[in-house]
């Protein structure tokens, strides 16, 4: 099945690390996204892994793949209050080219 | 760099009445796909095209229905609107099948039904 799951909230304070924790059910995908979200605006595409990886770094973002446990990390360096967004997930559905996303992190960052 | 184009950005609409959203993929973009947001939720995937063929479906209701067109932009149309259509429709672009996970997002536009 096709279940993409993220913590609700996570609160930080200005230039400490963030990590946004995302468990996924279809083994077989190939392609997992990190997407940003802020408030009435359209979805950022921050970074991808191919399933064959186990770690993205792009800057101040580390991506981090466990494909045994299903499980995707993304960990922001020096969290900044214009990282304050919500942070969605996703996975290639398996056999289609459609995105499944997760419920979604809502990332606040306290000054 | 061009992006994706979504038209119009805000929508208000009663209930029963239809609508038409709009999609202009990035320039050589072929496949386009549209997804559904509610308040608070995450974006569900509702129906994708490739060269001007339905490639995939998913969670659209019947009185919704879309196309792409032979310049490759793409309308969504939504028939007898209900106060649960109300919801931010984006549409994404990719270069060919096989890069879709490439997918770009356009803005989304704003629909609500009162």
């Known amino acids: 099945g096709e279940d993409v799951e993220q913590s609700l909230f996570l609160s930080v304070r200005e230039g400490d690390s963030s990590v946004i924790n995302c468990t996924y059910t279809?083994?077989?995908?190939?392609?997992l996204y990190w997407y940003k979200q802020e408030p009435g605006a359209g979805l950022q595409l921050l970074t991808y892994?191919?399933?064959?990886?186990d770690m993205k770094q792009d800057q101040r973002l580390t991506v981090l793949l466990n494909k045994k446990d299903k499980h995707l990390s993304l960990r922001i360096a020096d969290t900044q209050t214009g990282d304050s967004a919500i942070y969605f997930c996703?996975?290639?559905?398996?056999?289609?080219?459609?995105?499944?996303f997760g419920t979604g992190t809502r990332l606040k960052v306290l000054a | 760099a061009a992006g994706v184009i979504q038209s119009p950005r805000h929508l208000i609409k009663e209930k029963r009445e239809t609508a038409t959203l709009k999609c202009y993929p990035i320039?050589?973009?072929?496949?386009v796909y549209w997804y559904q947001q509610g308040p608070g939720q995450d974006p569900q995937f509702l129906i994708s095209?490739?060269?001007?063929?339905?490639?995939d479906k998913g969670s659209i209701p019947d009185r919704f229905s879309a196309q792409q067109f032979s310049d490759y932009h793409s309308e969504l149309n939504m028939s007898s609107l209900e106060l649960g259509d109300s919801a931010l429709y984006f549409c994404?672009?990719?270069?060919?099948?096989?890069?879709?996970?490439?997918?770009?997002f356009g803005p989304g536009t704003r629909l609500t039904v009162t």
């Open positions: 994404a672009s990719s270069l060919g099948r096989y890069k879709s996970y490439e997918q770009y």
């Open positions: 279809d083994s077989s995908s190939t392609y």
């Open positions: 892994i191919f399933s064959n990886m």
């Open positions: 996703a996975e290639t559905a398996s056999g289609t080219y459609k995105y499944i």
């Open positions: 320039p050589r973009h072929d496949t």
């Open positions: 095209f490739y060269e001007k063929m339905q490639s």
